[in-house]
């Protein structure tokens, strides 16, 4: 018998370590557990028993998680993704169900309410402070534990972008769980997603929380996204959605010149009108200049819709954005 088959044949069925592992946690004892279960997983890698090593893993973070321990469980999380990629596991129905499962084990307590902050109350304060922190952690945790799962599900087997239904848990519980929400890259990982509805309702939610007069840009920003992908067909559903949501809420829709562009955009790339396209940029300069990443988004929509090259590549932030959307 060779020394792997030897080392294979030597470990127990990993159910059995699973049960000695739990009543560790149960006995509170998580950095023992912890360290516990990074051994004994590696044994399981080692010897190729890669199917048994990610479920100690999967036990592992949903344990941590389930008892609050969002450094840990993250940790193990992240190890069952690169588990993932060791073992050459497809991206599959069955594997999405078990990241899905450690990810609804991520903590998702409410930013303390009511805090009486007019007083300078010290207590109030170090509550808050705290509650930021912590919120924090646990989006940059469940962050690297998704950004990871989605790069495994584009190399193993999903879209070219990575798995929709990943993005889409990003994209929620980063703009759920944030205390200051970057709305540009919540909408960045929404466009990957096919939750229409979800991303038209998290637009209306974050529209009034913005500052006034600043509604406009989220929907602009979310569509020109879909665009600067060369996707107009989820572009106009999801203006349509928006549209249909705030009617059935009473909601007044923002009458902007920058939301008349993006109409008349969205009917520009509808034919090959490239002239047109470029009277529009010229004619809603002000309003385009808004904000400095819609000129780059609509570089790009020349370019997917019209074949115009880019004069030079995006630098900077914007390069970072298109870098992770999968323009060149």
């Known amino acids: 018998m060779s020394r792997e088959r030897a080392k294979r044949a030597t470990l127990p069925p990993a159910q059995e370590n699973i049960e000695k592992l739990e009543k560790v946690v149960k006995q509170g004892n998580y950095y023992g557990a912890q360290q516990m279960f990074k051994s004994i997983s590696a044994r399981y890698v080692s010897a190729e028993r890669y199917s048994e090593a990610l479920d100690i893993l999967k036990c592992g973070a949903c344990l941590q998680l389930e008892n609050g321990q969002v450094t840990c469980g993250s940790e193990l999380a992240l190890l069952f993704v690169e588990t993932l990629v060791k073992g050459k596991v497809s991206y599959n129905e069955e594997t999405l169900d078990h990241v899905r499962k450690i990810y609804e084990k991520f903590p998702r307590p409410l930013v303390p309410q009511n805090l009486d902050l007019t007083d300078d109350d010290d207590d109030d304060m170090q509550k808050l402070s705290e509650a930021i922190a912590a919120a924090k952690t646990r989006v940059e945790c469940c962050s690297s534990f998704l950004k990871a799962s989605i790069k495994w599900s584009a190399e193993f087997g999903a879209l070219r972008y990575g798995s929709p239904e990943l993005h889409e848990m990003l994209a929620d519980y980063m703009y759920s769980q944030s205390p200051e929400v970057d709305m540009v890259k919540v909408s960045f990982h929404f466009v990957r997603g096919r939750n229409l509805k979800k991303f038209a309702s998290t637009i209306i ?87 400095p990443l819609f000129n780059e988004l609509l570089d790009e929509v020349a370019k997917k819709f019209y074949g115009v090259q880019r004069k030079s590549p995006l630098q900077g932030m914007f390069g970072d954005i298109f870098k992770m959307m999968g323009g060149e």
């Open 205 to 291: 939610n974050f529209m009034g929380k913005c500052y006034p007069g600043e509604d406009d840009l989220a929907i602009a920003r979310a569509i020109l996204m879909y665009l600067s992908l060369g996707n107009l067909r989820d572009a106009n559903k999801l203006m349509d959605e928006v549209e249909k949501e705030m009617q059935s809420k009473h909601l007044d829709f923002p009458q902007s010149e920058l939301m008349q562009f993006v109409n008349y955009l969205l009917l520009t790339l509808q034919r090959d009108a490239l002239p047109l396209f470029n009277m529009l940029r010229q004619n809603y300069k002000s309003s385009i200049d808004r904000d």
